[in-house]
Each structure stands twice: as structure tokens, then as C-alpha cells.
């Protein structure tokens, strides 16, 4: 990397981090639920984008990571929220690679519809089994706490939620450059070819789907400490399908995309708030005009371009 | 007791099956996955509404106008955001009709608004008594209707010229079009009668269970009935959809109540582990 791109960098995090001091509380909110919905789209990018497997059940992985955080530093006060968010996103990921083993003997549109079949059961058996998850009365989360300093504000909640994204940002980035990522893109590409040139497909699309779960039960942990009450009609379907439409316009197999889709799916949300069906009206209409126009997204188009430019000087 | 929860069960399932059919016809010939199946049945339903609360026209007439316009929206809908993919992944096609189940949802909602309206059946809304079991007649109506549905659908594709025509696309797309069967056609007569079908389920659904723009999720049935039943197998989406509706009625009979809310997820979930390829489907291999 070049010295330019690595100053460029470090200037906007430091952009980035003094940001709060000049925004109202709201704001900061938002771009922390806007860090949040990146670390979703990330993981479900690694997934679909990148891997070629349709999950419509990403909803059910953050109630996972939502709820697990929101238990265990109830019961375990002590316990860094950090150590919380990592067991969470390791806890969601499990239940990932558990998920990803029966799926491997699925193709194409059957996984859509497992994983569909997984967030809906996960919701189920939040709201039934009462006794742990406060079913329908829903849940309060305790206050995000390491050695002491409690992140009790939206302010301090910001820069605990911003770093955990960016470090995983970083992380993911790495790892769609490597060896793995390129064996996720090998297997979205053909499958078979993949195999014959010795990719192990078992083992790889488990692990998508672990690293998967695990981005998005860590974002799920986060969502928990930010909004601070659970309830399990959070988790929905449509929540699922929103996950969807963040990375289909943002752009498929890349983590810009998921980032830029992130930033469209809060700034939705932020100005047609109270206008749901125009809301979803609008994002139905992008996933569709998207899918035929411009499968690769907004990031893909922003790549063109580049080209375009590129080639012509 | 047991008897007359399974005709109940017949009866709901035999709308899965209609919606399970619906998919099972587009998959056979492009295979393509349709999401919005459910929310063609929805539409449909309303515009059946539409023309018999608000125009008063008589209900027979209604549905007589309601279906030809389903299999016209059958074939808008292929034209427009079908076809434009075609050469696409099947991957973005799903995504595509997913894309289009909401914006037919939320249109509707603009249209309709979201509340819950009374729906007329065209049965009687009366019982009849056989042994010790009361059996309404509009369940039994719905029944024999899908019955009789499946028995034109037959006679279509066994003798008629598209439908043989569509047979030779589903299998085999390009050995179809250089015998000279228009491929393009094809798909849009699908859509035209996958439409169609939607629109019967709608109609005959919103009777039980109100008209309301909700209705679509009534898909997850269908897909959960056509994967019991085998995934492109037509009489597979037939048995899968009757199966479902049993089990869907018998379950909370035995387990708590609420079980009715998750059975078709668990059923998907439960074949696609054990089974994929369903009761009677056969094992898909993929050509390199």
C-alpha cells in the first residue's frame, strides 16, 4: 500500500473519531446503528457476495448475538463487554457452522429457504422459551461495562461500537484478499471447478457461514447495547430481507458495498421514517431494478467508473 | 375429532397446493424460483375485491374478470423484470422476485391500505353432517376446485399445443427452441397460468382467512408443501401441499397451540436435512 492511501486512512479516522464532538446525541446514534448495520452487511456479504450463498435468515444470527449479550452480562456483571461481544459472535457463529452442515447438501434456492426457515425458528423459540429470553415482554440490557468505565451514554457507546466495526472491517478486508476469501469467490464462481482444483468445499462453506454468523452475532451485541431493550418481533423476516437489499445496492462481493449499503439502509430509515411503505416500496423497486442493471451495486458502478476514467487519461 | 381436523387440513392444503403448484409450473420451465407467488395470490384476491365491492359487479363475473387479468399481470410481469434477466444467474432472478413481493405488498398497501376485510365465497357458507364429522362447504368447494383445477392443467399440458410446447422447454431449453418451439412464449404463457393459478388460491383463500394485504406470506406454505413434496414435481406439490395442510391442522392437537405458527418452517427445515429432494422428487444432477 501506498504512502498516500495510508495517510488518506489515518486521516479519516481521526476525522472520523473527533466527528461526535461536533454532532447531537441522535446523530451520534445513528452513525453507531449505521456501524452496526455494516458489520451485518459484512457478514452477510462473506456469505452471499462472496461465497454465493442466498441467506435470508440473517436476522435470526443477530437476535443470536443480540440476545446472548444481553443474558450474559446480566448474569455475569463483571464480565468486559468486550469478552461478552467476542463470546457472543463465537457463540452465533457456532450455531452458524452447525447450521452450515446440513446446508452443504443444498443448492441454490434451498439454502434460501433453510436459512429463511432458521431466522423465523430462531424468533420462535426466543419468544417461547420465556423463562431465559423474558419472551414477549422483552429484555433490558445491562450497561456495557470493561474494568469499570461504563459505556453509559450513546456518546461513549459510539466509540466502542465504531472501533469493534473498523477493527473487523480490517479483518474482513484481509481476509477476502487471502487465501480464504479467494476460495469463497472460487466456489461462488463454479463450485465443481473450485473442487477440481482442490478446494475443499465442505470445509470452506462451513466456514462461510461461521464467519458469517460471527460478524453478524458480534453486530448483534453491539445492536443490544445500543438500543438497550430487546424484544423478538425485532427480528423479522422483513429485517432479514433488509439485510438483503443493504449489500444487492451497495454491492455484492465487496466491502465497500456492504458499507455503502449500510449508510443507504440508515439513511432510509432516517428520512422515510413513518413512511414504511414507501420505505420498502423503494427497496423492493432497487433490489429489482439493481438485480437486472447493475448486479454489482453502487460499489461495483463506483469501480467502472474508475476504470472508465482510468483508461482514458 | 381426528376426522374432521384432517378435512379441515384438506382443505387448507389444498390451497398450499395450488400456491406450491403455481411455483412448481415456473420452475419446470425457467426454472426460476418465485418469491412473490403468495403476493400474486394477495393482488388477485383485491382486484377480485375491487371489482365486486367498489364496481358491484356480481361475484361469478368478479372472478371471471379477476382471472383473466391475473393471467395478463402474469405476463406483464415476465416482460418486465423477468425477461430483462433472463441471461442472469438464477441467483439474481430470486432476488428479483423477492424484490417484486415487496413492491407488490407495499403497493397494495398504498391501494388497499393494510386492514382486514370480509371476502365472499362463492360456496355456500354451510355444513353438512357426514357420521360424526360436520363438513363446511366451503372448504369442500376449495377442494373439489383445486381438484378440478389440476385436471384442466392436465388436459393442457398432456394434449394442447402450448402445453406440450412448454414440456419440451422444461426439458430441455435450447433442444426445444431449434425444434422450433418458441422459447420466449413458453414463458410467458407460464407466467400467464402460474399467475393465474395465484389468483384461484387468492380467491379461494380469502374467504377463510380474511383478505388482507398479509395474505402473501401464504408462499411460505406453498414452498414448504412443493419441498415436502419434492421441489418441480407437480404431483408432489399436490401431495405436499394436502400433507402440509394435515399436518398444519393436526399439530396443535398434540403439541402447545403456538406450534402452528412455525410448523411450515420446521417442515422445511426437517426435509431439506433429511430429505431434500422431498416425497416425490427426483435427484437433480448438474451438468458442467
Known amino acids: 500500500m501506498d504512502k498516500k492511501k495510508v495517510l488518506g486512512a489515518i486521516a479519516g479516522l481521526i476525522a472520523l473519531y473527533i466527528l461526535p464532538m461536533f454532532l447531537g446525541n441522535y446523530s451520534i446514534f445513528l452513525l453507531s446503528m449505521l456501524a452496526v448495520y455494516a458489520l451485518v452487511s459484512i457478514g452477510l456479504n462473506l456469505l452471499m457476495g462472496f461465497t454465493g450463498q442466498i441467506a435470508a ?71 417461547q422459551w420465556s423463562s431465559l429470553t423474558n419472551g414477549d415482554n422483552g429484555i433490558n440490557v445491562p450497561v456495557a461495562t470493561i474494568a469499570g468505565f461504563a459505556f453509559d451514554s450513546d456518546y461513549k457507546l459510539f466509540y466502542l461500537i465504531v472501533s469493534v466495526t473498523i477493527i473487523l472491517t480490517i479483518l474482513a478486508t484481509n481476509l477476502v ?3 480464504i476469501g479467494r476460495a469463497f469467490i472460487a466456489l461462488r464462481e463454479s463450485e465443481v471447478a473450485a473442487q477440481t482444483i482442490g478446494i475443499d468445499l465442505a470445509k470452506y462453506k462451513t466456514i462461510a457461514f461461521a464467519i458469517s454468523a460471527f460478524y453478524t452475532g458480534v453486530a448483534g451485541g453491539l445492536f443490544a447495547y445500543l438500543i438497550t431493550y430487546l424484544s423478538p418481533d425485532a427480528f423479522t423476516i422483513e429485517l432479514s430481507v433488509d439485510f438483503i437489499a443493504m449489500i444487492v445496492i451497495g454491492g455484492m462481493g465487496s466491502i465497500l458495498g456492504s458499507i455503502i449499503g449500510a449508510v443507504i439502509l440508515t439513511g432510509m430509515q432516517q428520512i422515510l421514517a413513518g413512511l414504511l411503505d414507501l420505505q420498502i416500496l423503494i427497496f423492493g423497486i432497487s433490489l429489482i431494478v439493481f438485480m437486472i442493471f447493475m448486479p454489482k451495486g453502487i460499489s461495483g458502478m463506483i469501480f467502472d467508473l474508475k476504470e472508465r476514467f482510468a483508461s482514458s487519461k | 375429532m381426528l376426522l374432521q381436523v384432517i378435512f379441515s387440513g384438506l382443505a387448507t392444503g389444498s390451497i398450499y397446493a395450488l400456491v406450491a403448484l403455481g411455483l412448481a409450473l415456473i420452475y419446470n420451465t425457467t426454472e426460476h424460483v418465485n418469491f412473490a407467488q403468495g ?69 397494495a398497501g398504498f391501494i388497499w391500505s393494510h386492514n382486514d376485510y370480509p371476502y365472499p365465497s362463492i360456496f355456500p357458507d354451510e355444513t353438512i353432517s357426514v357420521g360424526s364429522a360436520t363438513i363446511d362447504l366451503i372448504g369442500l368447494g376449495n377442494i373439489a376446485t383445486t381438484v378440478v383445477l389440476m385436471l384442466i392443467l392436465y388436459v393442457f399440458f398432456k394434449y394442447t399445443r402450448y402445453g406440450t410446447a412448454m414440456r419440451a422447454v422444461s426439458e430441455n431449453q435450447n433442444a426445444a427452441f431449434l425444434m422450433g418451439v418458441n422459447v420466449y412464449q413458453s414463458f410467458s404463457v407460464t407466467w400467464a397460468i402460474s399467475f393465474l393459478v ?84 427426483v435427484e437433480r444432477f448438474t451438468k458442467v
Not at chain 1, 435468515?57 to 437476535?63: P, Q, T
Not at chain 2, 375491487?50 to 402474469?74: D, E, Q
Not at chain 2, 441471461?87 to 423477492?98: D, G, M, Q, S, W
Request: glycine share 12%.
Open chain 1, 57 to 127: 435468515g440473517h436476522a435470526g444470527f443477530l437476535a443470536l448475538g443480540a440476545y446472548f449479550t444481553a443474558i450474559l452480562s446480566s448474569r455475569i456483571e463483571w464480565m468486559p463487554c468486550i469478552v461478552v461481544l467476542l463470546l457472543a459472535g463465537i457463540f452465533s457463529g457456532i450455531i452458524g457452522f452447525l447450521l452450515g452442515i446440513p446446508i452443504l447438501r443444498l443448492k441454490g434456492f434451498y439454502i434460501a429457504m433453510a436459512t429463511l426457515a432458521f431466522g423465523v425458528v430462531v424468533s420462535e423459540i426466543i419468544l
Open chain 1, 177 to 179: 484478499n487471502g487465501y
Open chain 2, 39 to 107: 403476493e400474486m395470490s394477495m393482488v388477485s384476491a383485491f382486484i377480485g375485491f375491487t371489482f365486486f365491492n367498489f364496481l358491484g359487479l356480481s361475484l361469478p363475473l368478479a372472478i371471471l374478470l379477476t382471472l383473466i387479468i391475473s393471467a395478463l399481470l402474469g405476463i406483464i410481469v415476465e416482460r418486465l423484470v423477468i425477461r430483462p434477466a433472463i441471461r442472469a444467474p438464477h441467483f439474481n432472478v430470486f432476488i428479483i422476485t423477492l424484490g417484486l413481493s415487496i413492491v407488490m405488498k407495499s403497493l
Open chain 2, 198 to 281: 395465484a389468483g384461484v388460491a387468492g380467491i379461494l383463500m380469502a374467504p377463510v382467512i380474511f383478505l388482507s394485504t398479509h395474505m402473501g406470506i401464504v408462499v411460505i406454505n406453498g414452498f414448504a408443501a412443493a419441498i415436502l413434496g419434492g421441489w418441480g414435481s407437480i404431483p408432489g406439490a399436490i401431495i405436499g401441499g394436502l400433507l402440509l395442510g394435515v399436518i398444519d391442522n393436526v399439530a396443535p392437537l398434540y403439541f402447545p397451540s403456538q406450534i402452528k405458527n412455525i410448523v411450515p418452517f420446521m417442515v422445511i427445515f426437517v426435509v431439506l436435512v433429511i430429505r431434500p429432494r422431498g416425497l416425490m422428487g
